[in-house]
């Protein structure tokens, strides 16, 4: 049997042609729904952990050179909208789908979310209605048109630092529910998070059909 040795340069470039594409793909990647959420629940640490959460798993996809922000908005004093905090767009997914060209088109009929479209940061699809285990519910804390609730009844977990009892607001990625109207097929203020655990906890979160993902876009 003829053995083929091959020097370390020369598998080095082997191994980079192979995951090149994937890479260079991604690097230009401005979208994404986590693969993972934090595992507290609705409990991010606030917007600052919910961006280093989406930061951390760009990075890992080779897009980290970018500024990544959590789609969430935030209640009371100093109320952030959501809309206000994800840059100006165009947004790509990892497979070079632009999903929305403006944050108006974003919050329009016209985007192209979608499960197909709503890719992780890893280019997958994400577990929506009708897999196991559906992952469809997505926090957001906002308004259909990614803005912040008013201050009278918690939707946003306490600005994302409680995974005991409450609520947050939660869109479907999938667009499905149990129901085919606008709030059943809406991407990002579908429904709160509910359960006899409580709903900002990760149990509570999974009983309904989610994980405490959430949707990351680059900013710049």
């Known amino acids: 049997m003829t053995v083929v040795r091959i020097s370390a340069p020369v598998a080095a470039c082997i191994a980079l042609l192979c995951v090149a594409p994937v ?6 990647m401005t979208f994404f729904v986590t693969s993972v959420g934090l595992g ?3 409990d991010l640490g606030g917007l600052a952990g919910a961006d280093k959460h989406c930061q951390e798993l760009a990075q890992s996809a080779g897009a980290g050179a970018k500024t990544w922000h959590a789609y969430l908005s935030t209640q009371g004093a100093g109320a952030v909208n959501a809309r206000d905090r994800i840059g100006k767009g165009p947004w790509m997914n990892a497979k070079g789908v632009v999903v929305a060209t403006s944050v108006d088109d974003l919050h329009s009929a ?3 979310l979608s ?14 209605r009708g897999d196991k285990p559906n992952r469809h519910d997505i926090l957001t804390g906002s308004t259909s048109d990614g803005k912040a609730f008013p201050a009278d009844k918690d939707m ?7 995974s005991m009892q409450g609520s947050v607001m939660l869109g479907h990625n999938d667009r499905q529910g149990t129901t085919d109207d606008e709030a059943g097929r809406s991407w990002n203020s579908s429904h709160p998070s509910r359960g006899s655990e409580g709903g900002c906890s ?6 309904t059909g989610g994980a405490g ?5 680059a900013v710049n």
Request: net charge positive; charged share 20%; glycine share 10%.
């Open 202 to 207: 990760q149990a509570g979160l999974v009983s």
């Open 23 to 28: 890479s260079a793909r991604q690097a230009n």
């Open 110 to 112: 016209n985007n192209k």
């Open 115 to 128: 499960k197909q479209n709503n890719l992780s940061e890893k280019g997958d699809v994400i577990n929506g």
């Open 156 to 162: 946003t977990c306490k600005n994302y630092t409680s």
């Open 213 to 217: 993902l959430l949707y990351c876009f």
């Open 40 to 42: 507290k629940g609705a």
